[in-house]
Nanobody, 115 residues
Framework: QVQLVESGGGLVQPGGSLRLSCAAS????????MGWYRQAPGKQRELVAT???????NYADSVKGRFTISRDSAKNTVYLQMNSLKPEDTGVYYC?????????WGQGTQVTVSS
């Protein structure tokens, strides 16, 4: 079993920053790619960013240049630095470990961007 616990969400004004963390425990493998996803009210869950075990990153077009994903394998933790936040970034942010067959999900952390 793998457990993922997200933290760092909250309320922030437009233009502000937040740093999300995802702490992994259990049978987590450093070979797993990791990802951040988000789900806005009334919308489907969407990919935000992913990072492979070798550090290759991928971003949704909507967050390129504003968000940065990183990982600390020694701490089994993945981060999402979010800058220049916009109201449309509001949603529940989920961490995922890309393990076969279906991966593992965290419980999510709420991010609200509002003045």
């Amino acid at each position: 079993q793998v457990q993922l616990v997200e933290s760092g969400g909250g309320l922030v004004q437009p233009g502000g920053s937040l740093r999300l963390s995802c702490a992994a425990s259990g049978r987590i493998s450093s070979s797993y790619a990791m990802g951040w996803y988000r789900q806005a009210p009334g919308k489907q869950r969407e990919l935000v960013a992913t990072i492979t075990n070798s550090g290759i990153t991928n971003y949704a077009d909507s967050v390129k240049g504003r968000f940065t994903i990183s990982r600390d394998s020694a701490k089994n933790t993945v981060y999402l630095q979010m800058n220049s936040l916009k109201p449309e970034d509001t949603g529940v942010y989920y961490c995922k470990a890309h393990a076969s067959p279906g991966g593992y999900w965290g419980q999510g952390t709420q991010v609200t961007v509002s003045s």
